[in-house]
């Protein structure tokens, strides 16, 4: 083994091979190869080489730099170990879902990861006329929620469904918990928290026009579900019961404040609305803010509002934040001086977006993190 080792030096590899096989004998056919061992496949035609074909070259020592990229010399698997790379990066793909018979299309935006932290969810309805990546252009959400850590969700509606591909907020069918769209959406969002390591606790849901309506909806009926809600040019949950009365309240809402505050849970709401809104009336955004006061009172949660006026990019705001008494927000209205039926802040990607407001999608998702279900109110999946 002593004139292995000189001919090793010397960079006479080859002699010291055969030497060290004679001292300890060659590797029989029927013995296993050795950990690791694995098959080389040669191109057609070629055959494996005998001792005879291998040319001896120069021996080198290793640099001392050489230790620092060790790693990428071992094999695949124990390299991983040696530098495990957990990242991930971000993802906007097409999807469907199959509910209560019918299959509705989504999107998923799922942001760059790194690790195995639970991430908030967030469900995005989109107004008539949209769909799924048109309201995703037009809120910008997906770069808000790259920034934030969160999974976003953009269901569609069925043309079949409703021909403006309108969430069908007013029609009774879908009104209840465990039918129609209420339950698919729930149900939508349950899922992708199961499959994308979402957190169970941090799930949201916001949308725009019928978008917004079917969301303070959703949110009542799955309270146990969703941490809060994001209503951006909606009505009330409860407003319609049929087109003609979807119509009134879209004109003007007729109920008084406080209506239907027994009946209904006590769910963290954000409201943007424009007062020059010619398609649903401002009002409907008091209407929703002032049934969230009356669930608060009647449920003994004291609230304490704090009116702010801003003025941003030129714009007037009038900005109410309602905190409860750890200093929480748990409502917020967001009243935009010259505001049209359009998402505020938007991008002019997307169609119904007013670029020139304070930015709706930013407002919700900050207000958005500061919610989260108790983990006793959690619905068990």
């Known amino acids: 083994m002593k004139r292995a080792s000189e001919l090793t030096r010397e960079g006479r590899l080859l002699e010291a091979t055969r030497i060290i096989r004679q001292a300890l004998g060659e590797t029989s056919a029927t013995q296993p190869a050795s950990p690791g061992a694995a098959e080389v496949a040669l191109p057609p035609g070629q055959h494996a080489s005998g001792d005879s074909d291998i040319s001896d070259v120069e021996f080198r020592e290793l640099p001392p730099s050489a230790h620092e990229v060790a790693p990428l010399l071992l094999p695949q698997r124990e390299a991983a170990r040696a530098q495990p790379d957990r990242f991930r990066p971000a993802s906007f793909e097409a999807h469907r879902f199959a509910s ?58 069925l043309a079949r469904s409703n021909s403006m591909r309108c969430w069908n907020w007013f029609d009774p069918s ?13 149900a939508l969002a349950a899922d992708v928290v199961q499959r994308c390591e979402g957190d169970p606790s941090r799930v949201y849901v916001a949308g ?22 994001g209503v951006h040019s909606g009505v009330p949950a409860g407003a319609a019961t049929d087109v003609p009365s979807a119509h ?14 027994t009946s209904l849970a006590v769910v963290p709401t954000i409201v943007f609305h424009g007062d020059s809104d010619r398609t649903v009336h401002p009002d409907n955004g008091c209407q929703l803010i002032a049934e969230a006061v ?32 750890l200093q929480v927000p748990r409502l917020e209205h967001w009243e935009i001086a010259d505001g049209t039926h359009a998402w505020s802040g938007g991008s002019a990607d997307g169609s119904y977006t007013d670029p020139s407001g304070p930015s709706a999608s930013a407002a919700m998702i900050d207000f958005f993190l500061a919610q989260q279900l108790a983990p006793d109110a959690v619905r068990s999946t």
Do not use: W
């Open 100 to 157: 209560n018979g019918r299959t509705h299309a989504y999107r998923l935006y799922v942001p760059p990861r790194s690790d195995d932290r639970l991430l908030p969810v967030i469900v995005m309805l989109h107004g008539c006329t949209q769909d799924a990546a048109d309201f995703a252009a037009g809120t910008a959400m997906n770069e808000l929620a790259a920034q934030r850590g969160c999974i976003v969700v953009y269901p569609e509606q």
């Open 248 to 261: 009134v309240a879209m004109r003007r809402p007729a109920r008084k404040p406080g209506a239907g505050a």
């Open 174 to 186: 879908h009104q209840h918990r465990g039918r129609g769209e209420p339950a698919m959406i729930a």
């Open 208 to 229: 725009l026009s019928a978008g917004g309506a079917m969301a303070a909806l959703v949110a009542q009926l799955y309270p146990d579900v969703f941490a809060a809600v």
């Open 294 to 325: 009356a669930r608060a009172t009647v449920s003994d949660i004291e609230l304490q509002p704090q009116e702010q006026c801003l003025t941003l990019a030129g714009r007037t705001v009038k900005r109410t934040i309602y905190h409860d008494p």
